[in-house]
């Protein structure tokens, strides 16, 4: 059961690089498009920019902290105590949920980056 979850654990580890990477990029466009905004959307985007570089460097936090847990799953002094063990799947199931949660704040970034740039093209 311990391996199935550290083998989830990595799997999370590259999500949370994939998802850190499309932080990156979003923060990275709106810094393109805050340039070439019309004015009265300048600060928004700048606003955008600011929170992808912050959930990007979540991610970047997340992703330290599975590994930190990954290597307490594989200490011989946290295994061999099924109430740790537990806890230590839990806070992992935790990960995962927050993963999902950041991709879910991703697409509604993005969403929103494109309704910018179709509102300043209906001006």
Do not use: C, P, W
Request: charged share 30%.
């Amino acid at each position: 059961l311990m391996n199935q979850h550290m083998e989830r654990t990595e799997q999370m580890m590259q999500s949370m690089n994939r998802l850190r990477e499309r932080a990156n990029k979003l923060s990275k466009d709106f810094g393109r498009r805050t340039e070439q905004s019309r004015v009265q959307y300048r600060e928004e985007r700048r606003f955008m920019q600011q929170m992808s570089k912050s959930v990007g460097a979540m991610t970047g936090e997340m992703k330290m902290s599975m590994e930190r847990l990954q290597k307490m799953m594989q200490s011989r002094n946290m295994t061999g105590d099924a109430q740790m063990e537990q806890e230590m799947l839990q806070l992992n199931e935790h990960f995962r949920s927050m993963g999902e949660s950041v991709e879910n704040t991703l697409t509604i970034m993005e969403r929103i980056n494109n309704r910018i740039g179709q509102m300043e093209s209906a001006q």
